[in-house]
C-alpha cells in the first residue's frame, strides 16, 4: 500500500543522525540538527496539505537580495511593503491582508518566536538582515495551526546556516552607491558555528543613514545515543538616523522622493537572544523542546511620527502642506518613544509515526513584559524631558494543539485543534496610575487533505479558523494614568484554500492554489503612531489564487514565476471604530480593503553554465486604495489617495573564480532608478532609488 511520507523525515534512530553529525563534513545535515520546521525538505511536501514555499540558499544568495522584502516577493501569495529601505521594519502580508507591521503573520526563526512581543505587540520595528538566514520556509492553510498564535495569513520561518564538522567558512564583502558597505563572516567547524555581518549605507530618503551588526553563534551536540542539543546566541544592534512620518503631497511634488528633513531623529535598538532546542529520539516518535529568551531594547527619538502632526506647532505643520522646505532645527520639540521587551517561553513537541500516518502534539507556554516610556524634550537635540507615559504591559499565553494525519491509501487526512489563551495586564506608573488586566481564549479547529495519484504530483485542501490576537493596547486602553479594559470582538476567519504541485519535467515545478478568507471579524490595524489610525473592525472577504513555477534546465536556462491574484479584497460591511463605535470615514460594503494589490508578479530569468551564472528579475506591484474610503486623489497630509502600479527590474551577475573558488559578483536593484510611493500610512513612503553594487565571497 502506498505510505505518506512522515512530516519531517530523519534517520531513526537518533544515532545514525549522530553518525552523520559526526563522521561527515556536514555536522548538521538539515534533517539532523535539532529544529522546528515548518516545512523541512521536499520529502514531506507530498504530507503537506497547503501552499508550501521553500527559499533555498542559491535564492538568497547568487540574486543576492538587498532585504527580506525582495526575498520575501518572490513566493507567491505574500505582499511585502517597503518603509526605509532596508527592509528593516518589513511590512509582510498575505493573501490580501493589511501588511502594516507584520501583525497577522507568524514569524519564526529555526521554529522559535522571532518577534520581540507576538502575542502583546507584534509589530515588527525588529527584523534582522536578510544576510544572516539560510533559506527560508513559507507555509499558508491549516498548517499554520501547528505553530501560531497568528494563524491567519501563514507562517514564515527563517532557517539560519547549520554548523559544520570540519573546519571552514568564508569572507564576504560588498560596497556600492549610497554608501553602503556589506561586510560577512562565517566560520565554523566541530558542531560550532561564528556568523557575523556589517551593514550599513543610506536609506531610501535623505537623512536616513542605517548601521547594523548582527551576531550569531550556534553549537550542536551529541548527548548519548538517542538525544541531541543545538544551543543558539545572538546579539543584533541598530543605529539609524531615521524618521517616522512620510511626505506630503507637495513635498513630494515639489521637494522630491528623496526629502527628509529630520536629521535629528534617531533610532537605537539592540537585541539579545538565547534559545537551546533539545531532541530525545525514543524511536517510533520524536520529542523537540525548545527554551528561548529575548530582550529588545529600541529607543526612538523623533520630530514628527506622520504628516498631520502638530508638534512642531501649526507654521512648520502649514510650511509642509504647502511644500516649502523646513527646518528640523526650528523645531524646539522632540519625543523620546522608549521601548523594552523582555519575552521568554517554553515549548515542547511530539511526533510520533504508527500504522496509520503521524500523529503530532505540542503545548506552549509564553510570557512578555514591555517597559514603555515616553519623554518629551523641549529642543531639536534632547534626550531626556517631560514624563508623560511610564507603563508596564505584560502578556502570559498558553497554547497547545494536537493533529493526527491518517494515511488511507494514497489520501492523507489530518484534523488539527489549536487552543490559546492569553491574559494581558497594563498598567500606569505615573503618579496616581492604575492597572486593568483582561483575558482572551480561542479554540481554532482545522482540516488538511492530501491526494497524491502519482509520485510527482499532490492535490491538497484544507479548511481552519484563522485568529491574531489582539495587542495589550488594543486590549486596554489608557490615558497618562487611568486604564480601561476595551471591548474588542474576537477576530473570526474561515479560510479555505484547494491547490496542486507538480513535477511535470525532472527540471521543472509548479504550485497552485485558490484561497478564500472569509471574516467575520477582521480586526484592522490599531495605532499607526501616537493614536493617528484608531482600531477598528468588520467584516470582510479575500479570494483569489496564486502560482509559482521553477524551471532548470540542464542546458543552464532557469527561470521563476511567482504570481498572485486577489481579484476580492471586500469590506463586507463598513469597518467602525472600536472604542466609539462610529463607521470610519468613507468605509463602506464593497470598498476594497486598503493595501491589498490585485495582482503582484515576480518573474526571473537567467542563464549559468560554468563559472558564470547571471540572472534579470522583475517584481511587479500592482496599484493599491491607501485607506477604506478608496481615495483617488492624494490629500494634502500624503495619507490618503492611490498608490499606483509599479514594477522594479533587478539584476545579477556571479563569476567563479578557478581555483580557489572564490565568487566575484555585480548586483544592481532598480535598475531603471524608478521612482515610486510604496505606502501612505503616515505620509509618503517611497522606494530605493537605484542601487549598484559589487563584492567578492571567498571561501575556505
Not at 81 to 91: H, I, V
Not at 101 to 108: F, G
Not at 154 to 174: D, K, L, S
Not at 469 to 498: C, H, K, M, Q, Y
Amino acid at each position: 500500500m502506498y505510505r505518506q511520507k512522515p512530516f519531517r523525515t530523519r534517520l531513526t534512530p537518533l544515532a545514525a543522525a549522530l553518525l552523520a553529525l559526526y563522521s561527515g563534513p556536514n555536522l548538521a545535515e538539515e534533517k539532523m540538527m535539532p529544529r522546528v520546521d515548518v516545512i523541512g525538505g521536499a520529502e514531506n511536501l507530498p504530507a503537506i496539505a497547503g501552499a508550501a514555499t521553500v527559499l533555498e540558499s542559491k535564492d538568497l544568495q547568487e540574486n543576492h537580495v538587498f532585504t527580506v522584502n525582495e526575498a520575501l516577493r518572490k513566493v507567491p501569495g505574500v505582499h511585502a511593503r517597503d518603509e526605509e529601505g532596508f527592509g528593516l521594519r518589513p511590512n509582510i502580508a498575505m493573501r490580501g491582508l493589511n501588511p502594516t507591521r507584520s501583525t497577522k503573520i507568524t514569524l519564526l526563526e529555526d521554529g522559535i518566536p522571532l518577534a520581540y512581543a507576538p502575542y502583546g505587540d507584534n509589530a515588527s520595528y525588529y527584523h534582522p538582515m536578510v544576510e544572516r538566514y539560510d533559506r527560508i520556509e513559507v507555509l499558508k492553510g491549516s498548517g499554520a495551526l501547528l505553530f501560531g498564535p497568528q494563524t491567519i495569513g501563514g507562517v514564515i520561518n527563517y532557517i539560519t546556516p547549520a554548523p559544520t564538522q570540519e573546519f571552514g567558512g568564508y569572507v564576504q564583502g560588498t560596497v556600492g552607491n549610497r554608501d553602503y558597505f556589506n561586510g560577512k563572516v562565517n566560520l565554523g567547524g566541530n558542531g560550532m558555528l561564528l556568523d557575523y555581518s556589517r551593514k550599513q549605507g543610506d536609506g531610501a530618503r535623505d537623512n536616513m543613514e542605517h548601521a547594523l551588526d548582527d551576531l550569531n553563534l550556534k553549537y550542536v551536540t551529541a548527548l548519548g545515543n538517542n538525544q541531541a542539543l543545538t544551543l543558539r546566541a545572538n546579539y543584533y544592534q541598530e543605529d539609524s538616523t531615521i524618521t517616522y512620518t512620510g511626505l506630503t503631497q507637495a513635498e513630494f511634488d515639489k521637494l522630491g522622493a528623496r526629502y527628509n528633513p529630520f536629521k535629528n531623529d534617531k533610532f537605537d535598538t539592540d537585541r539579545s537572544g538565547l534559545s537551546a532546542t533539545h531532541e530525545y529520539d525514543f524511536g517510533s516518535a520524536l520529542l523537540t523542546t525548545s527554551l528561548y529568551y529575548s530582550r529588545f531594547n529600541r529607543d526612538w527619538w523623533r520630530q514628527s511620527s506622520n504628516t498631520a502632526d502638530s508638534q512642531c506647532g501649526g507654521a512648520f505643520t502649514t510650511a509642509r502642506n504647502n511644500g516649502t522646505a523646513v527646518d528640523a532645527d526650528s523645531c524646539n520639540s522632540v519625543q523620546g518613544r522608549l521601548r523594552s521587551y523582555t519575552t521568554w517561553g517554553v515549548e515542547p513537541r511530539l511526533t510520533m509515526t504508527h500504522d496509520m500516518g503521524e500523529f503530532q502534539a505540542g503545548v506552549k507556554a509564553h510570557f512578555e513584559e514591555q517597559d514603555r516610556l515616553q519623554l518629551n524634550g523641549i529642543s531639536p537635540m534632547a534626550r531626556t524631558g517631560t514624563t508623560v507615559e511610564d507603563s508596564l504591559r505584560e502578556s502570559t499565553a498558553y497554547s497547545g494543539f494536537i493533529a493526527n494525519r491518517f494515511d488511507v491509501g494514497r489520501v492523507g487526512i489530518t484534523p488539527i485543534l489549536r487552543y490559546e489563551t492569553i491574559d494581558a495586564e497594563r498598567s500606569s506608573n505615573l503618579p496616581g496610575g492604575t492597572a486593568s488586566s483582561t483575558s482572551v481564549s480561542k479554540t481554532l479547529p482545522g482540516i488538511g487533505v492530501t491526494w497524491n495519484p502519482g509520485d510527482t504530483l499532490t492535490l491538497f485542501s484544507s479548511l481552519h479558523k484563522g485568529f491574531a490576537p489582539p495587542r495589550v493596547e488594543d486590549l486596554i486602553g489608557a490615558t497618562n494614568t487611568a486604564t480601561t479594559v476595551i471591548d474588542v470582538n474576537a477576530e473570526e476567519s474561515t479560510n479555505f484554500e484547494l491547490g496542486v504541485r507538480s513535477r511535470p519535467l525532472p527540471w521543472a515545478s509548479v504550485q497552485a492554489a485558490y484561497f478564500r478568507n472569509d471574516f467575520q471579524n477582521l480586526i484592522a490595524a490599531g495605532s499607526i503612531a501616537g493614536g493617528s489610525t484608531p482600531l477598528s473592525e468588520g467584516e470582510a472577504e479575500f479570494e483569489g489564487a496564486e502560482l509559482s513555477a521553477l524551471a532548470e534546465h540542464e542546458s543552464g536556462v532557469f527561470g521563476r514565476l511567482a504570481w498572485t491574484w486577489l481579484p476580492t479584497a471586500d469590506q463586507e460591511t463598513p469597518f467602525r471604530r472600536v472604542d466609539t463605535k462610529a463607521v470610519v470615514t468613507g468605509s463602506a460594503a464593497g470598498n476594497r480593503q486598503p493595501y491589498a494589490p490585485e495582482h503582484t508578479v515576480t518573474v526571473a530569468a537567467g542563464y549559468g553554465a560554468g563559472a558564470l551564472r547571471g540572472e534579470i528579475e522583475s517584481q511587479y506591484v500592482g496599484e493599491q486604495f491607501s485607506d477604506f474610503a478608496n481615495s483617488v486623489a492624494p490629500t494634502v497630509d500624503g495619507q490618503k489617495g492611490r498608490i499606483e502600479a509599479y514594477a522594479v527590474w533587478n539584476a545579477s551577475l556571479n563569476y567563479q573564480l578557478r581555483p580557489k573558488g572564490a565568487t566575484v559578483f555585480l548586483s544592481a536593484k532598480n535598475l531603471t532608478d524608478k521612482t515610486y510611493i510604496v505606502d501612505r500610512t503616515r505620509g509618503i513612503q517611497v522606494g530605493m532609488p537605484r542601487l549598484v553594487q559589487v563584492g567578492m565571497k571567498y571561501p575556505f
